[in-house]
């Protein structure tokens, strides 16, 4: 599959088949991951990798908490991995800016969306879910991390091909200058 078509047809997947993911397929969208550009080639990603009895614990984990969150626990449970997406620098460096957090926001969405479209190429279903932010600091205790979660993607097998969500056309948001 190219680029083109990847991005022209992916689209969120909330429902996944029960089927494990093989540990190389995954290792090959990391892989590719990383990849991607990187601000000042900081490549501040860094991944953690749930599947099997540890999605049940992290179903838990979400349940318990006391925030209102908007994350579908069914997605959850039914996703062969959880890739979960952490900044392994904005803790660590003495020195860390606004600056630095820009680039490292846009190096790691940058490896966020080759996992999207490199999982789409392998017919792969994926979401992004925003929310587990609102868990950063449970999740990263949970897995023994310490750095600053960003986000979680699900991956599996779909078991649905929804229609595409709205997107604002290009020209809604683009000022030409010449």
């Known amino acids: 599959m190219d680029a083109i078509t990847a991005i022209s047809e992916r689209k969120g997947i909330k429902k996944f088949h029960d089927q494990s993911l093989p540990k190389v397929i995954i290792e090959n969208i ?20 749930v599947q099997g009895d540890m999605i049940l614990e992290l179903k838990d984990l979400v349940e318990s908490s006391p925030k209102d969150l908007d994350i579908d626990l069914t997605c959850v449970e039914n996703a062969s991995a959880v890739i979960f997406v952490f900044n392994r620098l904005s803790r660590t460096e003495d020195d860390y800016s606004e600056n630095k957090l820009i680039m490292d926001s846009l190096s790691i969405g940058s490896a966020i969306q080759n996992i999207l479209l490199v999982s789409e190429t392998f017919k792969l279903g ?53």
């Open 30 to 49: 990391l892989d590719l991951a990383t990849k991607a550009p990187s601000c000042k080639n900081r490549q501040p990603w860094k991944f953690a990798i």
């Open 126 to 178: 994926s979401l992004l879910v925003s929310d587990f932010i609102e868990l950063g600091d449970e999740v990263a205790e949970w897995l023994g991390e310490s750095d600053q979660l960003v986000s979680g993607i699900l991956i599996g097998f779909p078991d649905e091909n929804p229609k595409g969500r709205p997107k604002v056309h290009y020209s809604e948001v683009s000022k030409w200058y010449e």
